[in-house]
């Protein structure tokens, strides 16, 4: 009597699926670790690329090589009115920084109304469109600040509104 015929696939093409499963869950998992890294101090500034008031597209990675202070803001918080005239006038004292105001998925006019009535000249509005950049950070209230080294590395980050102290610490822990 001849042997029976083992059913299915041998053990080797078993073990060998396997390992590729395996294989392509680490490879996407590796390369989707940014998005789920947290944002905090000592980690890589997540990039990203919005339009400003003009509709010109600007990406973190622009700015590779200056020190940025990024801020996630809207024209309705009242402590984001509160420290906007601070934030212009250390923006006009330290022209070699970028001053990036990424604002909470407001439309342009109301923003440049907003610049307009408080004499905003030398901070950078950016759209924020459907919120995918403040979600990507993380952003659980406004106002939200993270200071980018010139390596693009966050070196403090600040949750709420900031007084001149505030803002000097953060400047410190960047230059």
Known sequence: MAEEKEKGLPKAAIIGIIVVVVFAVVFIVMGQKQRFAPVVPGSEALDFTLPDLKGKEVSLKDYRGKVVFLNFWATWCEPCKREMPLLERTAA???????????????????????????????VPLLDVGLETSRRYGLASVPSTYFVDAGGTIRHMRIGEMDEAELGRGLDRIR
């Not at 330290?94 to 990036?100: D, I, K, Q």
């Not at 006019?109 to 030398?122: C, M, N, P, S």
């Open 93 to 123: 004292a330290t022209p070699t920084m970028a001053f990036l105001e990424v604002d909470l998925d407001e439309d342009g006019e109301t923003i440049r109304a907003f610049f307009d009535e408080l004499g905003l000249v030398h901070l």
